[in-house]
């Protein structure tokens, strides 16, 4: 078990530019949840899946905003045209459901993907 | 709906002393609660979590915090401080049975000075 792999660790890119950051979970998490952390905030939620469908989208997520997971292991986040609003940490974490049952509520995080808009 | 306050944004100890980081939740449900840590340039890690059980719980590093429904708080403690706990602690709280509703405090920075 590797944890919750996150990349890029770092992005740098230009206002209106397209960025896109990768989420690897530890393998046998079905769910996977990406949050934003702001500087002297805590994270905000904003999507999560449960295996390959994307249950739920946070009002912060706006139409720039898309997030895949396509088959239900590592997911994708990608942000277009890049405002400098968007600056921030992007965290993804991992959880296992059993089906039937409530979960924990505990999340594994990654170390996240720190994006700059120039 | 939820929301966790955590009273301090930052907090400043001696090394050795009582580290005391609060916290207190409001939920409309019976709450998970929980303790993260952030250290710099990493993401977050489980210190300890409330889930029911025994309302005092014991984490790692020494660290414990105690459920106290009548006062709707969940305060972190750790006897001694020691240089290797700066960091950024965040409380959070979920509807049991939903980790998708995880809410976060704004976090406080711990700062242990030798």
């Known amino acids: 078990d590797t944890g919750v792999s996150q990349d890029p660790r770092h992005k740098i890119t230009k206002r209106g530019q397209n960025v896109t950051f990768r989420c690897d979970p530890i393998s046998e998490h079905n769910r996977l949840y990406w949050y934003r952390q702001t500087l002297g905030q805590g994270p905000e939620f904003l999507t999560y899946f449960q295996n390959e469908a994307q249950l739920e989208k946070s009002r912060l997520l706006s139409d720039r905003f898309s997030a895949e997971r396509p088959k239900g292991s590592f997911s994708t986040l990608e942000i277009q045209r890049t405002e400098q609003g968007d600056s921030a940490m992007y965290l993804c974490a991992s959880s296992f459901k059993r089906g039937g049952l409530g979960d924990t509520g505990e999340l594994f995080f990654g170390e996240g993907s720190r994006l700059t808009v120039l | 709906a939820q929301s966790v306050t955590q009273l301090g944004s930052h907090v400043s100890v001696s090394e050795g002393a009582l580290v005391l980081l609060r916290c207190n939740y409001s939920?409309?449900?019976?709450?998970?609660l929980f303790w993260y840590v952030q250290y710099p340039n990493q993401g977050l890690q489980l210190l300890l979590k409330?889930?029911?059980?025994?309302?005092l719980v014991k984490g790692i590093n020494g660290f414990e915090a105690e459920f106290k429904k009548s006062e709707t708080s969940f305060h972190l403690t750790k006897p001694s401080a020691h240089m290797s706990d700066a960091a950024e602690y965040f409380c959070a709280v979920s509807p049991r049975g939903s980790a998708r509703q995880l809410t976060f405090g704004s976090g406080t920075q711990l700062t242990v000075l030798p």
């Open positions: 409330y889930t029911s059980a025994a309302t």
């Open positions: 939920s409309s449900v019976p709450p998970y």
